[in-house]
């Protein structure tokens, strides 16, 4: 499975960005897809992620209310709809893929898209 993020940039807070993700390859082999995130000196965070199988969604409590993670029927794009963005949401923004179902964690996850950055400035 590949995975290409985009949609990353520059918001102020209390502004939305949408992140895209293209999948290909084996996509069928994967039941889940997350969003993770990482801050400069912190460690990756789950955000959010969706059953390809059911749409069954998860999110991190920090995110929730404001965040919504969503796919197309083809298993070909994952989005992540951020809106009231807050600076504490900076980060590099990764989507992935994981072959285990309703999982949140990142060593669940086989595949990695190579990240996007969002910058959220006061």
């Known amino acids: 499975v590949q995975l290409q993020a985009s949609g990353g940039g520059l918001v102020q807070a209390g502004g939305s960005l949408r992140l895209s993700c293209v999948a290909s390859g084996r996509t069928f082999s994967s039941n889940t897809m997350g969003w993770f995130r990482q801050a400069p000196g912190k460690e990756r965070e789950f955000v959010a992620a969706?059953?390809?199988?059911?749409?069954?969604?998860y999110y991190a409590d920090s995110v929730k209310g404001r965040f919504t993670i969503s796919t197309d029927n083809a298993k070909t794009m994952v989005y992540l709809q951020m809106n009231k963005l807050k600076p504490e949401d900076t980060a590099v923004y990764y989507c992935a893929a994981s072959g285990s179902v309703y999982t949140t964690t990142p060593n669940d996850y086989a595949y990695w898209g190579q990240g996007t950055q969002v910058t959220v400035s006061s």
């Open positions: 969706i059953s390809w199988t059911d749409g069954i969604t």
